[in-house]
């Protein structure tokens, strides 16, 4: 299969993040996307094209258009106040202070359009964040243009980013602006399959009260596990989502036993909707090394999530979020894609 993948996913570096009390170098860094793509090379996975560029107009169908508008001006509006160093929020309106209010200070707009302060600004960060939209539009539209299979290599990621926030890494939803993309260019319904370790909780609040997208989740039960606020089990959609929206949530400790399990379960659910397209939110965080994940998934069994997804028979546009075990990211990402292939 092809790979989409840009090189200016690099200009966001060096970034820092909020971890228990310290600020920290940012688990989510370059590397990632290059041990990937060296990998995909290495073993002949397919063609690794850069992506053509795409407007932001289905972005703003999917997120609210002022947070879109928002992030191209942070960087600016960040140094122009006279702060270097990352552009991060220090204050969010939760429960008791006002969110109906949007702040003039950039460090306020910070905290008002995220929900945590894992998503910070370099200068190169909006830079990278486009063209990460543009490897999933340009993935998305091979798919709808008749290829089995497609990986858009993205960084940064994006399923923790929703409607008007952004955290966890995550700035635009690739795989939900890819989703809406599908549907508006000639498919009916469209599956959101997340295998991230992580709850995908951007994904899920922006297609919760929609019947055409069903999104189904496997992940850290977010009673212990980031990002903690959503992905329980009762969280089913509601109005015409109704039903719609399938959570997973597994204990600290699941291995394939567990996870594979979950796998079919959600699968069996995917059949029964009946999409037209498949996107895969694909963050291999699950690994039994990843540095800031519980559960005990290992290499071998990264082929297997291929092998089960292509068993689908489908169209399948697979989109990159996590993984931070960076030296075996490759591998078991790419084993997930290489698994597909072997089964078609
Ligand atoms: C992004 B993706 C846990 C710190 C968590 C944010 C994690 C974001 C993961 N101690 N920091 O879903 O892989
Ligand atoms: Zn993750």
Redesign the pocket.
């Known amino acids: 299969m092809k790979t989409i993948f840009s090189p200016r996913h690099a200009g966001h570096a060096g970034n820092v993040?909020l971890?228990?009390g310290k600020i920290m170098p940012?688990?989510?860094m370059p590397s990632r996307a290059e041990f990937i793509r060296a990998r995909a090379e290495e073993v002949g996975l397919g063609p690794i094209l850069p992506p053509d560029a795409f407007d932001l107009d289905t972005a703003r169908r999917v997120h609210d258009p002022a947070y879109v508008d928002f992030m191209p001006t942070v960087w600016e509006r960040w140094t122009a106040a006279g702060f270097d160093g990352t552009a991060l929020p220090y204050t969010w309106p939760t429960r008791g202070l006002r969110g109906d209010v949007v702040p003039d200070a950039i460090e306020a707009q910070l905290g008002y359009y995220s929900f945590?302060a894992?998503a910070g600004f370099v200068e190169g960060t909006w830079d990278a964040i486009r063209s990460s939209h543009d490897v999933a539009l340009t993935a998305a539209s091979l798919v709808s243009g008749g290829e089995r299979a497609a990986f858009a290599l993205c960084r940064p990621?994006g399923?923790?980013a929703g409607r008007a926030f952004m955290?966890?890494?995550?700035y635009l939803n690739n795989a939900s602006i890819a989703a809406q993309w599908l549907l508006d260019h000639g498919a009916g319904k469209v599956s959101i399959l997340d295998v991230?370790?992580?709850?995908?909780n951007g994904t899920q609040e922006i297609f919760y009260g929609r019947g055409d997208v069903q999104v189904l989740n496997l992940h850290g039960d977010p009673k212990v596990?980031?990002?903690y606020f959503l992905g329980h089990a009762d969280e089913r959609g509601e109005g015409e989502g109704e039903g719609f929206n399938h959570n997973y949530p597994l204990p600290w400790g699941t291995d394939w036993d567990g996870w594979g399990a979950a796998l079919v379960d959600a699968c069996l659910k995917l059949v029964a909707y009946g999409p037209d397209v498949v996107v895969v939110s694909l963050?291999v965080?699950t690994f039994e090394r990843d540095p800031?994940?519980k559960f005990k998934l290992v290499t071998e069994d990264y082929p297997k999530i291929g092998r089960r997804i292509e068993a689908l028979g489908l169209p399948t546009l697979f989109v990159m979020?996590?993984?931070?075990a960076v030296e075996e990211i490759g591998v078991n990402a790419v084993g997930v894609l290489t698994g597909f292939e072997e089964g078609n």
């Open positions: 993040e971890m228990t940012a688990f989510e945590d894992g990621p399923h923790h955290g966890g890494y995550c991230d370790y992580h709850h995908g596990e980031y990002p963050g965080d800031i994940s979020e996590g993984g931070y």
